[in-house]
Each structure stands twice: as C-alpha cells, then as structure tokens.
C-alpha cells in the first residue's frame, strides 16, 4: 500500500522559515516524481513544486519561486520542501503527492501538514 | 499560464439526481484532465485521468468527457457519499486545478 506521511508542519513567524518532510512507503520512491500541493483554509488547491525522480528536472509555482526549494533522499525514501521568506498567505495544508507511474496527474496523497505564518 | 474555469461553484441535489460539473480551459489541453474528490479534512481523491479514464476503484456512477478546452464530470445517480468538493485539474502544462465545485445536499 502506498503511503506518503508528512511532518514538519506548525506555527512560523513571518520571514520565517520552516522545513516539510514526506515520508513514502509501500512503493519504488526513487523512481516516481514527486510534488508538493497546498491549499489554503477555505480555498482551492494550487501547485506548488515539481522534483524528477533522479531531481534533475525541478519545477515551482511562481508564487513560491526564490522562497521554496524542494529536494529528496532516495536513500531515505523522503521528500522535502524547505520554505524560506514565509508570508501570511503561505498559510496551508501542504501535501506531499506522488504521480502516476505513466502519466501526470497525482494518484497518490498524504494526509496533508499544517503550516501556519502568523506573529 | 493555463486558466481553468469551473462551474457551478455550488450545486444543491437530492440523493439519485444526475450531477454534471463543467471544467473550461483558457486554451487546448487536448485530454490531459483529471477529476479530484474532496472531502472535508481529507487529502483529495483522483477519479478521473485523461479526460475519461475511471480510477481503479472508482464507482462506475462517475464518468468523465470532453477533450480540447471543455470537459465535463457526471454522476449518473448521485448517492450519499458522493456530496463532496470536485476539483478539475489540467496537467498538460505545469498544473492548474480548478476553483472547485461543492455539491451540497438539496
């Protein structure tokens, strides 16, 4: 069973910074691309950054762009998003998501972590 | 960038109703579409890839069509379970999801 675990969320000032953690199980995590997805309370979901299997091929929203940097550990079947210059409107449930083995929408999902930038 | 423009925001029926969201494209993303389910305080859910292709697991009751710029989700006979947000989502260029629909019980 594909599992995909997030940590890391919590409450940040803003121009903070904080770090998100994915955990994935039950599957090949160094061969799957994986993406962050967030959604604000009460709002839709936006896209947030892309990471190849092998993090040759790296993509973010232009929200985030210069801020967020997303990497992973094959090794450690992990993926991370380290958000710097965090702003009121970053706050969101951040989901760690993995693809479909031949396409590229997002079959697999985390229960989502909580990041909230608040003084 | 790709804008999506999904309608109705909100849609009120009854348990056994047909239910039809619409998903326009500010341009042609030929069928690279999916369907997502939400629920509230849950991850979304994928049910439909490619414009009409049914997830594994997915009721048949939900189908999905339309290619190009218009797209649509039908649920043949509303059931309880199914009152929920809907999402669309193009991923031919980047990924942009819709606004959301909520079908909400009537």
């Known amino acids: 069973e594909v599992q995909l675990v997030e940590s890391g969320g919590g409450l940040v000032q803003p121009g903070g910074s904080r770090r998100l953690s994915c955990a994935g199980s039950?599957?090949?995590?160094?061969?799957?691309?994986m993406s962050w997805i967030r959604q604000a309370p009460g709002k839709g979901l936006e896209w947030v950054s892309y990471?190849?299997?092998?993090?040759?091929?790296?993509y973010y929203a232009d929200s985030v762009k210069g801020r967020f940097t997303i990497s992973r550990d094959n090794a450690r079947n992990s993926l991370f998003l380290q958000m710097n210059s965090l702003k009121d409107e970053d706050t969101a449930v951040y989901y760690c998501?993995?693809?479909?083995?031949?396409?590229?929408?997002?079959?697999?999902w985390g229960q989502g972590a909580l990041v909230t930038v608040s003084s | 960038d790709i804008q999506m423009t999904q309608s109705p925001s909100t849609l009120s029926a009854s348990v056994g109703d047909r239910v039809t969201i619409t998903c326009r494209t500010s341009?042609?993303?030929?069928?690279?579409l999916a369907w997502y389910q939400q629920k509230p305080g849950k991850a979304p859910k994928v049910l439909i890839h490619?414009?009409?292709n049914l997830e594994s697991g997915v009721p048949s009751r939900f189908s999905g069509s339309g290619s190009g710029t218009e797209f649509t989700l039908t649920i043949s006979s509303l059931q309880p379970d199914d009152f929920a947000t809907y999402y669309c989502?193009?991923?031919?260029?980047?990924?942009?999801f819709g606004q959301g629909t909520k079908v909400e019980i009537k």
């Open positions: 989502q193009q991923y031919d260029n980047y990924w942009t």
């Open positions: 990471i190849s299997y092998n993090s040759r091929t790296i």
């Open positions: 341009r042609s993303i030929s069928n690279w």
């Open positions: 490619k414009a009409s």
């Open positions: 039950g599957f090949s995590f160094y061969s799957f691309s």
């Open positions: 998501v993995r693809k479909d083995s031949g396409d590229y929408y997002f079959q697999f």
